[in-house]
């Protein structure tokens, strides 16, 4: 590993003492880290950088990472657009029990029905 304080002045967003200890442990490979980081890069308008962190978290099973990498697909942000891959993360991270991704299913399996007529029973 290279120390931080060696990187820092090259990297693309600022990093405040709490932010640099979260970066460590996503470095080490917690989940729940790895997510905070790519969080972080999306909060700073980077979200090229917040790809490969929302990737590893989800490689790990973690389900926000799922679902926002499953949004940024479907919009086009930081990756090419790609409604599939992005649907099938959401519908991932449901499995794993993220409700908003549960909800999410919920209207796309209903936009995909057929309307019923309503005057039937």
């Given at each position: 590993?290279?120390?931080?304080?060696?990187?820092?002045?090259?990297?693309?967003?600022?990093?405040?003492?709490?932010?640099?200890?979260?970066?460590?442990?996503?470095?080490?490979?917690?989940?729940?880290?790895?997510?905070?980081?790519?969080?972080?890069?999306?909060?700073?308008?980077?979200?090229?950088?917040?790809?490969?962190?929302?990737?590893?978290?989800?490689?790990?099973?973690?389900?926000?990472?799922?679902?926002?990498?499953?949004?940024?697909y479907i919009e086009g942000n930081g990756v090419p657009k790609?409604?599939?891959?992005?649907?099938?993360?959401?519908?991932?991270?449901?499995?794993?029990?993220?409700?908003?991704?549960?909800?999410?299913?919920?209207?796309?399996?209903?936009?995909?029905?057929?309307?019923?007529?309503?005057?039937?029973?």
């Amino acid at each position: 590993m290279v120390p931080l304080d060696l990187v820092q002045p090259h990297l693309c967003i600022s990093l405040s003492p709490e932010d640099a200890l979260v970066l460590a442990k996503a470095d080490a490979g917690e989940a729940d880290a790895q997510n905070e980081v790519a969080l972080l890069f999306l909060t700073n308008g980077k979200p090229e950088r917040a790809i490969g962190w929302l990737e590893f978290a989800a490689k790990h099973g973690h389900a926000d990472a799922m679902n926002l990498l499953g949004t940024c697909y479907i919009e086009g942000n930081g990756v090419p657009k790609n409604d599939n891959l992005g649907i099938a993360y959401i519908a991932k991270a449901a499995a794993n029990g993220h409700v908003i991704s549960q909800r999410q299913m919920d209207f796309i399996r209903g936009r995909s029905e057929t309307p019923k007529d309503p005057g039937s029973t």
